[in-house]
Nanobody
Framework: QLQFVESGGGLVQPGGSLRLSCAVY????????MGWFRQAPGKQRELVAS???????DYIDSVKGRFTISRDNAKRTVTLQMSSLNAEDTAVYYC?????????WGQGTQVTVSS
């Protein structure tokens, strides 16, 4: 089992940047394909970025070139660097494993993009 604590969200103006962090608790973190998910009001949760154990990354089209996911297996953290944010990025952001049934969700971190 893994547990997640997300942080770094906030209110940002369009075009701004944020850096989200996820602290992962559990001994099997380094063996898991990890991802950042988001859920906007009235919408289903979606996977926006993923990273393999070896560091291979993938993104949905709407965030390519703007978001960067990274991981530090030693520190058990997963980070999402977000730039050129727009209103469509407003959501609660979560991290979890990106392959297989997700573990219990953390509380997430709210990202609001608004002027």
């Amino acid at each position: 089992q893994l547990q997640f604590v997300e942080s770094g969200g906030g209110l940002v103006q369009p075009g701004g940047s944020l850096r989200l962090s996820c602290a992962v608790y559990g001994s099997i973190f380094s063996f898991n394909f990890m991802g950042w998910f988001r859920q906007a009001p009235g919408k289903q949760r979606e996977l926006v970025a993923s990273i393999s154990v070896g560091g291979t990354t993938d993104y949905i089209d709407s965030v390519k070139g703007r978001f960067t996911i990274s991981r530090d297996n030693a520190k058990r953290t997963v980070t999402l660097q977000m730039s050129s944010l727009n209103a469509e990025d407003t959501a609660v952001y979560y991290c979890n494993r990106a392959v297989g049934s997700p573990y219990a969700w953390g509380q997430g971190t709210q990202v609001t993009v608004s002027s």
